[in-house]
């Protein structure tokens, strides 16, 4: 097995590495975080620069010194070598010209065509498709056994049949992009082994093929959704050229159930831990807003991002040459001390919650948050409503991807329905 050189530099106690490289860290992150935090705003690593600074990542994210890039780029690494012989054809979420990879004037251009269906006003309308898909899920889970896998059942197809109905993905072919997307997760990460490597290849190759004969269908029978709007705008000679298409539509997709699925889990484990809150929030349901973003702040479904600086710059007095990378660490600055009072502790109440970093910041502010907010906010609500005397059956399983984080499996006795 090849693996990255983060992986040596983990074992070395270097914080970056051990953040995307160790899984004990990723269960439990808070001595790295710490760690970090106590050497300094902005912390110089073996590799590279790393925050877990509140102020830092909420002012690199809007700097006009820096730039998207892609996490991995900077790894000396045999596999980097390997993976530019064989790295396939297939998009890749990180790579132009996917929208998180660009900046102005692709960027203005591919996002000012989907931004659009996405605003909190937009969003507001899906709120009675989001509850119609939950209600019809749990009566699926009603007509099942009291144990279940809730992350299989629920979290996960939540947001696929979302996204897929404002992109016009047919009921059917929903579970395949489920499998493409569970197999491409890991192409956010480092420290990949030949095996992950080549499945997340694989997982990319096949919907990128799947995206292709999607894409041609609406061509030919277009309908009502977000991605007929599209190759609309593309054969007006305005939008977008066929790659360009493909990328913003598949990220899009992705983007809309990858993370998704994570805050779904991680809210009803944090509820189920913390039966206290849980109880604070069936007797006044107006907590629920403000317990969605205490989710988002705790267990960030994206613990990282990073950025390249432009030009030679100093940050809290740290030098940071043109080309350096810095390591954005959301789900550490969401627990900076600064901001948040008792930041490790679990609020429903918090009131400044929502000063979370979760989505990100600046230009590739997250374009579903509130999509993503209104989801969870439902989802979760419902599934509460439904089954108030839902507890947990087991110790579950943590997803094995280290950008992304959140449950692959939650066993839950749902217990008897309301
Ligand atoms: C960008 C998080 C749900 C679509 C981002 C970024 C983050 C993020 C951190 C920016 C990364 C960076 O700045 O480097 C999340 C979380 C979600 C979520 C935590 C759920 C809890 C969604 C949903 C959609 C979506 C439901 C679909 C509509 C996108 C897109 C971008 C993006 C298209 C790229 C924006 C750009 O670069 O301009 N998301 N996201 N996300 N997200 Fe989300």
């Not at 899984?23 to 935090?37: K, M």
């Not at 049949?161 to 992009?177: C, E, F, K, M, W």
Request: hydrophobic content about 40%; aromatic content about 6%.
């Amino acid at each position: 097995v090849v693996r990255y050189g983060a992986k040596k530099a983990a074992q070395a106690g270097d914080p970056q590495a051990m953040l995307v490289a160790d899984p004990a860290t990723r269960a439990d992150p808070r001595q790295v975080f710490e760690r970090i935090r106590a050497s300094g705003p902005l912390v110089k690593t073996r590799i590279s620069n790393i925050t877990v600074n509140h102020r830092v990542v909420h002012e690199l994210l809007r700097s006009d010194d820096f730039k998207v890039t892609e996490l991995g780029a900077d790894l000396p690494t045999p596999l980097r070598w390997i993976e530019n012989k064989t790295r396939s054809k297939a998009l890749h979420p990180l790579k132009p010209p996917s929208l998180l990879s660009v900046e102005p004037p692709e960027h203005t251009r591919y996002r000012k065509l989907v931004s659009s269906v996405f605003t909190p006003r937009a969003v507001a309308k899906m709120r009675e498709m989001v509850q119609e898909k939950a209600d019809s899920l749990l009566e699926e889970l009603v007509a099942g056994g009291r144990e279940v896998d809730i992350v299989d059942k629920y979290c996960a197809q939540l947001p696929v049949a979302v996204i897929g109905t404002i992109l016009g993905v047919p009921d059917s072919d929903r579970q395949r992009v489920l499998e493409f997307g569970e197999m491409a997760a890991p192409s956010l990460d480092l420290g990949l082994s030949w095996e992950q490597f080549n499945r997340v290849e694989d997982g990319l190759e096949q919907f990128d093929a799947w995206l292709a004969d999607h894409l041609a269908e609406l061509r030919r029978n277009p309908g009502e959704d977000l991605m007929s709007e599209l190759i609309k705008a593309t054969e007006d000679g305005v939008g977008l050229d066929d790659q360009e298409l493909r990328a913003t539509a598949g990220l899009v997709l992705a983007a809309g159930f990858e993370t998704t699925v994570n805050l779904l889990g991680s809210g009803i484990r944090l509820l189920l831990d913390h039966p206290d809150q849980l109880d604070l929030l069936q007797q006044d349901p107006l907590h629920w807003p403000t317990a969605v973003e205490e989710m988002l702040r705790l267990e960030s479904p994206v613990q990282l991002t990073a950025r390249r600086a432009k030009r030679d710059v100093t940050i809290e007095g740290v030098p940071v040459p043109e080309g350096g990378l810095v390591v954005l660490v959301l789900a550490g600055a969401n627990r900076d001390p600064e901001v948040f009072d008792d930041p490790y502790r679990f609020d429903v109440t918090r009131t400044n919650a929502n000063k979370h970093l979760s989505f990100s910041g600046g230009r590739h502010f997250c374009l579903g948050a509130a999509l993503a907010k209104a989801e969870t906010e439902v989802g979760l609500k419902t599934l509460f409503d439904r089954f108030p005397h839902l507890r947990s059956a087991g110790e579950g399983i943590r997803r094995d991807t280290r950008v992304l984080h959140g449950w692959a499996s939650l066993p839950v006795d749902l217990g008897q329905p309301a």
